[in-house]
């Protein structure tokens, strides 16, 4: 079974711009997460979809939205490109959501690097 | 709330001998799970193990053991025999019971070195 694929694994924007991730759970899996990882704040959660709706959401600004299609594939957004937004995005999926004892299965993650 | 906490930034090991990785945490939920996360350069977070707060064993997982002691909320990764391809960045993360989300909490991470 493949795993949660990330598209593009690299990008490169300058500031005021915006930017689509995209991610692909592994087939079966109807819960995607998001993550943002950097070297000063460390992992953070930026939302969780499940079956098209979001159900939880981190403490982000709103230039970052993100969707799930019917086929759970997922994107995020962010608009208006910071230098700070710099970082590793990794997308994760689970077979089940909202329960505690689920693993999430992570992708390889997009690398943004704003200039 | 949850809050993980990761006190060794970085640790070495000698190749084929055993390390222990720490992790305390924090959270009101009744019911949480505690999970680690190998991640190599490359970036892909590998998930190793899992371990449930209502579990009476500590979890195995071929050479990763997890020593979780619940009264001292501690859930420490024990790695044995140590091989060259366990140098990475290990975290430790969290998931409460409460409000139905996927959502983990992460420490900071411990980048784990090891010597031939």
């Known amino acids: 079974k493949a795993g949660v694929t990330q598209t593009p694994r690299y990008l490169i924007k300058t500031r005021g711009q915006q930017v689509t991730l995209s991610c692909s759970p592994i087939s079966g899996h109807r819960s995607v997460s998001w993550y943002q990882q950097t070297p000063g704040q460390g992992l953070q959660f930026l939302f969780e979809y499940f079956s098209e709706t979001q159900r939880n959401k981190g403490n982000f600004p709103g230039r970052f939205s993100g969707r799930q299609f019917s086929n759970s594939r997922s994107e995020m957004n962010v608009s208006t490109l910071e230098l700070g937004d710099s970082a590793l995005y990794l997308c994760?999926?689970?077979?089940?959501?909202?329960?505690?004892?689920?693993?999430?299965?992570f992708g390889p993650g997009t690398r943004l690097t704003v200039l | 709330a949850q809050k993980i906490t990761q006190t060794q930034p970085g640790m070495f090991v000698q190749e084929k001998e055993a390390v222990t990785l720490d992790c305390t945490y924090d959270?009101?939920?009744?019911?949480?799970?505690l999970f680690w996360y190998k991640q190599p350069s490359s970036g892909e977070m590998i998930f190793l193990i899992y371990q449930g707060s209502y579990d009476q064993q500590n979890a195995t997982e071929g050479r990763y053991s997890l020593n979780f002691q619940k009264a001292r909320k501690s859930a420490n990764l024990v790695i044995s025999a140590s091989q060259l391809g366990d140098s990475a960045m290990y975290f430790c993360?969290?998931?409460?019971?409460?409000?139905?989300?996927?959502?983990?909490?992460f420490g900071k991470g411990t980048k784990l070195t090891v010597n031939p």
């Open positions: 993360a969290m998931r409460g019971s409460q409000g139905g989300s996927e959502k983990l909490v």
């Open positions: 959270t009101s939920d009744p019911s949480y799970g």
């Open positions: 994760a999926s689970s077979s089940l959501g909202g329960t505690f004892y689920n693993e999430q299965f």
